[in-house]
């Protein structure tokens, strides 16, 4: 494979350090977090819990760093947990991010193309387990800004569930948790953002 493909791969991947978390800026956390360093952290919860989830930790890793790499191209588009809240629907962001990851990648790098496309299907053990800690990341994220109290825990941020403070990252990685391991972080981490409520 030439460098070139390489490094025009990680040109357009660096733009992850610069794409700061959408959700964070929408309820106007301070400094927030990149989507680089979102995906950092969920790589380094699967270091950290893949043996305890019984699946392979170097692959895991792997899908962990790539799993939002669409997002170099498209941007972060905020999840939130009622799908009419949502500016984009599942459906059309599964679609941008494909073709996201057709550009990135072309006919190159076929093991980020298989683990991206793994995560995107959720296609096995390694899949589920990441897509879990990519939301434990997340409340762990959120558990840690509202205790540095890095944003308007005031300010009203209109869902269809009412959502105050940061509670809306909890209520939506509850439901869509698949794995006994991040069933049992996110009951921890969920204890210590309510304390701190």
Not at 108 to 113: K, L, N, T
Request: glycine residues 6%; negative net charge; charged residues 30%.
């Amino acid at each position: 494979m030439a460098p070139d493909s390489r490094l025009a791969l990680t040109e357009a991947a660096y733009r992850l350090k610069d794409e700061a978390r959408g959700g964070w800026l929408l309820r106007g956390v301070r400094d927030p977090e990149s989507v680089a360093d979102h995906s950092w952290g969920t790589a380094f919860l699967c270091l950290l819990y893949a043996d305890d989830a019984g699946v392979d930790r170097d692959r895991a890793m792997v899908m962990a760093l790539v799993h939002d790499l669409a997002e170099a191209r498209t941007g972060d588009v905020v999840a939130r947990a009622d799908a009419a809240d949502r500016e984009v629907s599942e459906a059309v962001k599964a679609t941008l991010e494909a073709a996201a990851i057709d550009e990135l990648l072309g006919g190159d790098h076929p093991d980020i193309r298989s683990a991206w496309q793994a995560y995107d299907d959720r296609s096995d053990a390694v899949a589920l387990f990441v897509r879990d800690m990519n939301l434990i990341d997340m409340c762990w994220q959120a558990a840690i800004y509202h205790e540095q109290q890095r944003y308007d825990a005031d300010l009203v941020i209109p869902s269809q569930g009412g959502f105050t403070h940061l509670d809306e990252f909890f209520a939506s990685a509850s439901t869509r948790l698949t794995t006994s391991v991040g069933r049992r972080l996110f009951t921890a981490v969920e204890a210590r953002y309510l304390a701190a409520r």
